[in-house]
Every structure is written in C-alpha cells, then in structure tokens.
C-alpha cells in the first residue's frame, strides 16, 4: 500500500529482456535504503526489487504488468516516480494507492499557468464509473485531485512542488501515464453492480 506522495526519481539505466519479461536496472537516491524483496512504486506500478548494486537496483515486469501499463514504453535514461510502502506509524498525506494500475491514459492537453500547470487526460469510456468530480487519483502513482470530470477524461492542477519533484514535467501531449483509479470508489462500485444483479 502506497499512499501516492513521491519520494524520489529514478532514472532507467539499462532495460533487458527474456522471454516476454522485461528486466529494468535503475539509479536512485533510494537505492541505499532498499532491500531485495521490498515492494516499491514505480511509477504507480507495484514492482519488487531483485537485487542491488551501491547505486542501482533491479526490477522486472511481466507481460500481464507490460500490457496493462505504460512500463512497455519505457526508455533507457527515462524518469520514474518512486515511492516506497506505507508505514503504518505515519500520517497518510495522499491517498490509499495499491500499486495496482487500472488503465492508461494519454494526456491531450498542457497549459502552463504562471505559477501551476494544467493537465488534462483522457482515459477509456469503461472506466468512467470509478471517477468523480473532486476525487483522488494516482498519475503515475502521484496521488492528485481530479475536476472537470467527464466519461473519459478529467483535468488535474500541479503545484510547483510536484512539478519540480516528479516525472510529471515531462508529461507533455500524447504521452502515456499509469492510472489508479480510488480503491474506495472501486469497492463501492462492485458492491452496486453486486445488489443490482439480485
């Protein structure tokens, strides 16, 4: 569990291949304080840490993971939001982020606004019952307030802070970005779906 308040960057250093497993080896501030077998966000993307070098560590991603995010798309010397697990002892600053991306989603508009930036994404149609005006979602595990919410697309507002500090710099129109929809939202919408089928 994650709660989608980013704690650093990585960059992708080397991507590998086998089979239809992608293997990823990244450089980050975090790598000191990491152990094997430690769950870690990336991007929004739960991914488990394999092994560790002083400055690198290794993840690899399945072809179910592959499919489903923009992990496919992945560059080496690309920038990733990371973000470790949540610890139980501390204020919850974001929201509930499981790590489990829903969807992706293609940003279809940029506007920087003296002082914040505008994003708008759009996401498939599908989806459209997990998301509401106001609410929580996580963009490439970045734990943002959602508004001019529609059937398939909303808009977010960046604070410099998050600017500055995550990869949502280098989102520009047409990129992909992981989405988590709110895990609440999902469970009421399965116990709804759930009562009207009685």
């Known amino acids: 569990m994650f709660t989608g ?13 086998e089979g239809t497993n992608k293997t990823f080896q990244i450089i980050s501030s975090l790598t000191p304080e990491l152990k094997v077998d ?9 991914l488990t840490v394999e092994s560790l070098t002083e400055h690198t560590y290794q993840v690899t991603a399945i072809a179910e993971t592959l499919s489903k995010t923009s992990l496919s798309q992945w560059r080496p010397g690309g920038r990733i939001n990371l973000e470790r697990c949540l610890m139980l002892n ?10 489990h991306v829903d969807t992706t989603a293609v940003c279809v508009n940029r506007q920087n606004q003296d002082g914040s930036w505008l994003f708008r994404f759009e ?22 307030t959602c508004f001019d919410v529609t059937n398939n697309a ?8 998050t600017y500055d500090f995550t ?16 895990l609440i939202g999902k469970y009421v919408e399965r116990q709804y779906n759930t009562a009207l089928k009685r």
């Open 5 to 17: 308040i980013i704690e650093a960057t990585g960059v992708i250093s080397t991507i590998s291949g």
């Open 167 to 182: 990869n949502i710099r280098d989102i520009f129109t047409d990129s992909l970005v992981n989405i988590e929809f709110d």
């Open 38 to 46: 430690q769950s870690l966000s990336h991007d929004g993307v739960c």
């Open 123 to 144: 996401f498939p149609g599908s989806f459209r019952n997990l998301i509401i005006e106001k609410g929580s979602i996580a963009v490439n595990g970045i734990s943002l």
């Open 154 to 161: 909303f808009s977010v507002a960046i604070i410099p802070y």
């Open 90 to 99: 501390g204020r919850l600053d974001g929201h509930m982020v499981q790590g």
